[in-house]
């Protein structure tokens, strides 16, 4: 995804301005634009320059961020993501409401002063109703010039026929400044002809302070925005606060201190005492404890040694240490935080498209609604004067601020929540749709487990040796990367055996391991896989059937056609994985676990953990599968180490990679937790429906306040209840709700992340696995390459009720998974009308 900084946005409807137009640009595949943050994200192929360019033809500016590329240094990485990011228009905002004031202050003094409270005023004035007209004119100019950014924004949009919030502001004040200016040569006509009184009473009909108070208290409205709108990136500037500024790196024998972005992977840096670390490496020399609480929330201390992993902007609490840079600059683990919680604000949740649906039509519909309102107040006999105000109040109390604010300032905080406490999400997207699962898959091994198993039980057949069974076994594991294969490692070292090198080793994945030694076959694996090299004793089967019960894995091996033995390996649970089953439990969802274990060790394990539901005997490859079918019962959330079990994180509607530590940028996942704890999935559901009923609440405020408050403003009650708005207040009116919105998104910042005591049960709607299991297989003549696949599967995936279609046209097969029941004639016409013919259908 690249990043953009669009300038010249004042709201809803300029967002979606912005990202129509950039949709529209040739190979762009999505965008999404942040009102939040003035960014913009964009995917496709389409160039920078043609991006940049759309925008510009939209009426905004834009300029792409990062473009110094990755070889850009440290220092600069932060400075323009940290520039990006920073408050610069309250300050702004703040010297312009000051000015503002002063002048409103002198034109309320003649407009209202001296009329309604009977201030005194300058003699030259005394019967000079003209002469007070013009000051009041003058001064509501000069308020106006000191506002211009509503007005040069507010018609350039309307002329390029997007009108936007600034356009209502600039309408709703240009309308009152020339009705006055009329009304004003009216007067200078009546005093000219000696009609001093209706020259007197004409200052009655002038808006100048109007005009002049419109803008001054939307200025205010924006300025209290802003602030908001600032604080809600505070977690996201606090993390690039933490970046350090030099490095001391050991050269030539010594220690040189150096700016941080002359630090190069590969080069060795010094971290003493009271320091942090420079970038991302690996320790060399000495062992300490780091203070990593800032990239993931662990108040404790965390003991590293060498060969340990350590981050940037850690903490080195005690030891001395030297360590060899591994990842610098964009690449470090602080700055992929960093783009996370950027992108998620770049992103767009699907929620937040209901507010662009309005905001895309809302200023349009308003303008001709203020239009139609004054007209109405004409033809029923009112005042010029009195229709146009109400049609102003229309245009003021209207801006779509809230509405397009609602969802992106908790988006924002949200992430900022969970970065704060080791939970990223990658996009607005896997913000609201972890909230909104009601199926978790939990992975076994290293998810539910420690993932470091260990060797419980050496059973040798009758005649075999243990010493003979553990070197024959050793030869093949110690070839595999599997974690019982590394369990019966560690336990021939610990008793010191050596096995003789193997040759022709092959891994069967999800069944065992084969490979020669000395001439003579090995085999090791699950029961089904060894008995098709070797005959497995009955005695056996009854011993592993008990040893399963005990949720303990039996690997067995063999050497020619001969049984050897078999060998238990258990992996422990975690601790917490009781507890964070119960609290996802609680939240009213179904817990499963999938596992390639057989089903019997699987069950002990599940009955431990306290899981709904066991999938067991899944190899990786049929992972997917189960999380597509899973997903027929609803929404699904895969938890897993976001490496082995890719394919089913990125099935599932939301992935989850627990444990990924410095690896946060794990590419299937949709949201990473850095801890290695299965409770931060509950967190995480936990934050996500937070943050979502923080969403609808300001989505509710911001719709409210509009449908309250538009009639008021039209004057509808005003023969019912009196009720009326004049102009100023509806301006008032407006900046409240904006800054109440921004409010209330903030208070997302006293979310309590680990309390379980407010946990509230979803609606569920998960469907046994019995009633969701509808594939067919179609055999099919005639596909011969990869573009007759996308035919088929195109084809296939338009007919009603089919969720999926996998195709092959080397089995000459489509695997169609269905959500509903489709009859085998409509599959098969809806192939061969594709000039295919289908053997069958299964």
């Not at 019966?488 to 891994?507: D, H, M, P, T, W």
């Not at 896989?529 to 008990?546: K, T, W």
């Not at 078999?566 to 179904?590: F, K, W, Y």
Request: some cysteine; aromatic content about 6%.
């Amino acid at each position: 995804m690249k990043q953009y900084t669009v300038t010249g946005m004042s709201c809803a409807a300029c967002q979606a301005r912005v990202e129509k137009a950039v949709s529209g640009v040739p190979g762009v595949t999505s965008c999404a634009v942040s009102l939040l943050t003035n960014s913009m994200g964009v995917e496709g192929s389409a160039s920078p320059q043609e991006v940049i360019k759309a925008v510009e033809a939209a009426g905004y500016g834009a300029n792409e961020r990062g473009t110094e590329g990755t070889s850009s240094v440290h220092k600069a990485f932060f400075a323009e993501e940290e520039e990006a990011l920073r408050d610069h228009e309250t300050p702004v905002l703040k010297r312009r409401l000051l000015i503002s004031l002063g002048f409103l202050l002198v034109l309320m003094y003649f407009s209202m002063g001296h009329s309604m409270l009977g201030l005194p005023l300058p003699e030259f004035f005394h019967d000079n109703p003209v002469g007070l007209g013009l000051v009041q004119m003058l001064l509501s100019a000069i308020v106006m010039y000191i506002n211009k950014k509503f007005f040069t924004s507010g018609f350039r949009s309307m002329f390029h026929l997007a009108p936007n919030m600034d356009t209502l502001v600039a309408m709703g004040s240009a309308v009152s400044f020339l009705w006055s200016l009329v009304v004003l040569f009216q007067m200078t006509g009546q005093q000219a002809t000696g009609n001093a009184e209706a020259a007197i009473a004409g200052l009655h009909n002038l808006y100048f302070e109007s005009a002049a108070m419109i803008v001054t208290l939307i200025t205010i409205g924006k300025m209290l925005e802003a602030m908001s709108k600032g604080r809600t990136t505070d977690a996201l500037r606090g993390l690039m606060k933490l970046a350090p500024q030099t490095a001391v790196l050991w050269r030539d024998g010594e220690e040189k201190e150096v700016p941080i972005e002359e630090v190069h992977p590969g080069d060795v840096f010094v971290v003493r005492p009271g320091e942090s670390v420079p970038v991302d490496g690996v320790i060399t020399e000495g062992e300490t404890a780091l203070d990593e609480s800032m990239l993931t929330g662990e108040s404790i201390p965390v003991d590293k040694h060498v060969g340990d992993a350590v981050s940037a902007a850690t903490m080195n609490q005690s030891g001395y240490i030297r360590a060899t840079a591994t990842r610098v600059g964009e690449d470090t683990t602080l700055s992929q935080i960093i783009h996370m919680v950027s992108d998620a604000a770049a992103t767009k949740a699907p929620i937040a498209r209901i507010a662009d649906k309005v905001s895309g039509v809302f200023v349009p519909a308003v303008l001709l609604l203020a239009v139609l309102v004054t007209v109405i107040w004409l033809l029923v006999g009112q005042t010029p004067g009195y229709a146009l105000a109400r049609g102003i109040s229309v245009l003021v109390i209207s801006c779509p601020c809230a509405l397009g604010l609602a969802t992106p300032v908790a988006i924002m905080v949200g992430s900022g929540i969970g970065a704060r406490n080791g939970i990223l999400f990658k996009t607005a997207e896997s913000l609201e749709m972890a909230g909104r699962v009601n199926t978790v898959v939990l992975d076994k091994t290293g998810t539910i487990t420690s993932g470091t198993p260990e060797v419980t039980d050496v059973v040798p057949a009758e005649g075999v040796s243990e010493e003979r069974l553990l070197k024959s076994a050793l030869a093949l594991e110690q070839r595999s990367e599997h974690p019982l294969a590394r369990a019966v490692v560690r336990e021939a070292e610990n008793r010191a055996l050596v096995s003789g090198e193997i040759e022709k080793f092959q891994a069967v994945a999800g069944n065992g391991l084969t490979g020669k030694r000395e001439g003579r076959t090995l085999a090791g694996g699950n029961a089904s896989f060894l008995g098709g090299f070797a005959v497995i004793p009955r005695e056996a089967e009854v011993r592993a059937s008990v040893l399963s019960e005990e949720g303990k894995t039996c690997l067995f091996f063999g050497e020619e056609s001969r049984y050897l033995g078999m060998i238990a390996v258990a992996d422990t649970i975690r601790e917490d994985s009781p507890e964070a089953i119960r609290q996802m439990q609680n939240q009213g969802l179904h817990v499963v676990m999938l596992t390639g274990d057989e089903k019997r060790t699987a069950e002990a394990i599940g009955r431990q953990a306290g899981v709904d539901q066991v999938i067991a005997g899944v190899r990786p490859d049929g992972k997917d599968r189960e999380i597509r079918r899973l997903r027929r019962g609803g929404r699904v959330a895969m938890v897993g180490d976001g490496i082995n079990d890719a394919p089913a994180l990125t099935r599932a509607d939301v992935g989850i990679a627990i444990g990924a530590g410095a690896d946060v940028a794990v590419d299937a996942a949709d949201v990473v937790l850095i801890h290695n704890r299965l409770t931060d999935v509950a967190a995480a559901i936990r934050l996500s429906r937070g943050a979502v009923r923080n969403i609808h609440e300001n989505l509710f405020w911001a719709f409210f306040y509009n449908v309250i408050l538009i009639p008021v403003a039209a004057g509808a009650w005003v023969h019912l209840t009196g009720w009326t708005m004049n102009p100023m207040l509806g301006a008032a009116a407006m900046s409240l709700s904006s800054f109440c919105v921004c409010m209330n998104a903030l208070r997302l910042n006293l979310f309590r992340l680990y309390d379980t005591g407010r946990d509230r049960k979803i609606k569920q709607t998960y469907k046994p696995e019995e009633e969701m299991e509808m594939e067919k297989t179609m055999n099919i003549e005639g596909m011969m390459c990869t573009h007759c696949e996308a035919t088929v599967k195109k084809a296939l995936e338009a007919v009603a009720g089919v969720e999926s279609a996998e195709v092959s046209h080397e089995a000459n097969k489509a695997v169609v998974t269905l959500s509903a029941e489709v009859g085998d004639e409509v599959l098969t016409k809806a192939v061969e009308d594709k000039d295919y013919k289908v053997l069958s259908v299964e």
